[in-house]
Antibody, heavy 122, light 110 residues
Framework: EVQLVESGGTLVKPGGSLRISCTGS????????LNWVRQAPGKGLEWVSS????????YYSDSLQGRFTVSRDNARNSLFLQMNRLSAADTAVYFC???????????????WGQGTPVTVSS | QSILSQPPSASGTPGQRVSLSCSGT????????VTWYQQLSESAPKLLIY???QRPSGVPDRFSGSKSGTAASLTIIGLQSVDEAYYYC???????????FGGGTKLSVL
């Protein structure tokens, strides 16, 4: 069974930094594209970042203005999101999600974790 | 303001057929596949439809997807109370080189 478990979400002060993690199991982590998607309270889903299996290709939402950095450690089946210069607008539940490659198709965000809450407040 | 437009709410009665729309542009829906996700209250999203009209195993065949030009639709037939949830469309947008989600539609089963 595919499992994605996020951790590290907490309360952080405006202007602060935080690194959240996601650990995967039940699938071949090292061959999977992984993503971060966030959801602010009472709002919809917002794509944050994607990283290819090897880490060679990385994409970010323009809205982040260069403050976030995604990385992965395939030896530890772990995905990370380093978030800097946080503001109240970054308050959200952060989900990690994997893409699935099948013959003839790529399925984006095929499996999701339960999310980790990040609150930015003084 | 989401790049993909979805009506904020929709409703139906048990057994009815409902269609949820997702409107985009030539740089997103017009060029790429569309995926749909269901999010029940306080839970992680779940994949419903990928590549416009493909259903993963385990998703009931009451759910179907389609696309025409720059608009996509999710249709649910035989509506059930368990279908009450938020529904999001998503696709890749070539103009921003990133994934975009619709704002979501809250489906109520009356």
């Amino acid at each position: 069974e595919v499992q994605l478990v996020e951790s590290g979400g907490t309360l952080v002060k405006p202007g602060g930094s935080l690194r959240i993690s996601c650990t995967g199991s039940g699938f071949t982590f090292s061959t999977s594209t992984l993503n971060w998607v966030r959801q602010a309270p009472g709002k919809g889903l917002e794509w944050v970042s994607s990283i290819s299996a090897s880490g060679e290709y990385i994409y970010y939402s323009d809205s982040l203005q260069g403050r976030f950095t995604v990385s992965r450690d395939n030896a530890r089946n772990s995905l990370f999101l380093q978030m800097n210069r946080l503001s109240a607008a970054d308050t959200a539940v952060y989900f990690c999600a994997r893409d699935l490659l099948i013959p003839g198709a790529r399925i984006p965000f095929e499996s999701w974790g339960q999310g980790t809450p990040v609150t930015v407040s003084s | 303001q989401s790049i993909l437009s979805q009506p904020p709410s929709a409703s139906g009665t048990p057994g009815q057929r409902v269609s949820l729309s997702c409107s985009g542009t030539n740089s997103n829906i017009g060029k790429n596949g569309v995926t749909w996700y269901q999010q029940l209250s306080e839970s992680a999203p779940k994949l419903l439809i990928y590549n416009v009209d493909q259903r993963p195993s385990g998703v009931p065949d009451r759910f179907s997807g389609s696309k025409s030009g720059t608009a996509a639709s999710l249709t649910i037939i035989g509506l059930q109370s368990v279908d009450e949830a938020y529904y999001y469309c998503a696709t890749w947008d070539d103009s921003v080189s990133g994934w975009v989600f619709g704002g979501g539609t809250k489906l109520s089963v009356l």
